[in-house]
C-alpha cells in the first residue's frame, strides 16, 4: 500500500494529465466524468495524508 504522500502525488498527476489531455476538460472547459473521479480521488488522498500528518504529531 502506498503511503499518503505517494498516492497524494500519484492521484494529483493523474488528474493534472487527464485535465491537459481530455478534449472536453481541456478545450471546452467542461469537466468531463473521468476529471471529477480523478479529482475526488486526489481530495480523498489530500484528506488521507492530512489525517496522517494529525496523527502522527
Do not use: G
Request: hydrophobic residues 35%.
Amino acid at each position: 500500500m502506498p503511503s499518503p504522500e505517494d498516492a497524494l502525488q500519484v492521484s494529483r498527476t493523474a488528474y493534472e494529465e487527464h485535465a491537459r489531455t481530455c478534449r472536453q476538460c481541456h478545450f471546452d472547459m467542461a469537466p468531463c466524468a473521468v476529471s471529477k473521479h480523478l479529482l475526488r480521488a486526489y481530495n480523498n488522498a489530500r484528506r488521507a495524508q492530512a489525517r496522517s500528518n494529525t496523527a502522527v504529531h
